[in-house]
Every structure is written in structure tokens, then in C-alpha cells.
């Protein structure tokens, strides 16, 4: 299918940047809402998130999004402010940036088509373990570092056998790039 209009690729890939950063967080918000806090009130009984007005307490929604709004950042007194608030910025994108080489659909239905997706995957992912170091270490408490030493250790071994799991699949589809990887599993290759 051919557009009647010529779109620059700049154009297209801004598109599908903004629709990847507006799916995934509006993904996680429904289910999350809809799973954590419909389900789970109803096979807990819970009153507050059942019947808090409206159809099956709909205008709880509403309250804790004001509540979230509410929320105030807390800040050690002896932190590195700049660094302590930079480090939850560090892993959420770390996070989205993995969707950039995800394919969604057939053909150019990815934000970047990568030939060495499956590295890009693996090494952006990488970087939450910097934004976990960055938050113990600007916190200034050594009980937070060592926390903080303690989740990086672990991120860091779980991602050897996430390396194991990959390498299989990128050698029985022949290439490191994600589309390729989709279309051979498509056609059994």
C-alpha cells in the first residue's frame, strides 16, 4: 500500500517513538489498575477500591490519581540532589529504550530495524544497574550503598542467563537483528 503523500523519515520515526512512549506507560497504568487494584480488591473483599462511588468504585481512580499528584519528593539531607534525582530517570529510559528495536508488526512496524538489535537490547538494559548504583551512592548512607551494591550484583547475574537464553535464538535464526528473528520463527526456519 502506497501513501497518496511523502512523509520524511524524521517525521516517521518521531511517530513511532511517541506511540511507543505513550502505549507502554498507558499499558502498564490500565492493567496495572485494572489487575492490581480492581482484581485483587474483589477477591479480597476490600471495600474502599469496590464501592468508593460510581460503578464498581470507578472514582477510585480519581482519588489516587490526586493522591499520586500529591506525593513529594523526598531527598536525603546529605545527598548529591542532581544525581539522586537523576537516578530513576536513568532506569526508566534504559527501560524504554529497549522498545526502540522491538518489531510490533511486519515490516517497518519498529522504530529502529537494527542489524545488531539483539545487542542494543542487551546492552541499553544494562543500564539500569548504573541508575540503581547512582541512587545508593548519591544518597550518601552506606546502608543504601550496600543495598545498592547488592541489586546491581544481582541485575548484573541475571543477565548472563538472559545472555545464554538469546544466544540460542540468535543462532538458530541466523542474525542478531529482531525483525529477522520474527520472520524466521515465523517461517519455521
Do not use: C
Not at 1 to 30: C, D, F, Q, R
Not at 51 to 61: E, K, N, P
Not at 107 to 133: K, P, Q, R
Amino acid at each position: 500500500m502506497t501513501l497518496a503523500i511523502s512523509i520524511p523519515w524524521e517525521a516517521v520515526l518521531g511517530l513511532k517513538t511517541l506511540i511507543v512512549l505513550a502505549i507502554i506507560p498507558a499499558g502498564a497504568l490500565i492493567l496495572g489498575y485494572v489487575f492490581l487494584l480492581k482484581m485483587m480488591s474483589h477477591m479480597q473483599s476490600r471495600l474502599g477500591p469496590m464501592d468508593a462511588g460510581g460503578f464498581h468504585g470507578w472514582y477510585q481512580l480519581i482519588g489516587d490519581g490526586l493522591k499520586f499528584v500529591q506525593k513529594e519528593d523526598i531527598i536525603p539531607a546529605k545527598a548529591d540532589r542532581k544525581v539522586f534525582a537523576l537516578a530513576p530517570a536513568i532506569v526508566v529510559i534504559s527501560t524504554f529504550l529497549i522498545f526502540v528495536v522491538i518489531p510490533v508488526g511486519p515490516g517497518n512496524m519498529v522504530v529502529a530495524d537494527l542489524d545488531v538489535g539483539i545487542f542494543y537490547a542487551l546492552a541499553v538494559s544494562s543500564l539500569s544497574v548504573i541508575g540503581v548504583l547512582m541512587a545508593g551512592w548519591a544518597s550518601a548512607n552506606k546502608f543504601a550503598l550496600l543495598g545498592a551494591i547488592r541489586a546491581a550484583a544481582q541485575l548484573i547475574a541475571y543477565e548472563l542467563p538472559l545472555l545464554l537464553a538469546v544466544v540460542g535464538v540468535a543462532i538458530q535464526a541466523g542474525s542478531l537483528n529482531l525483525q529477522k528473528i520474527v520472520e524466521a520463527k515465523q517461517t519455521g526456519e
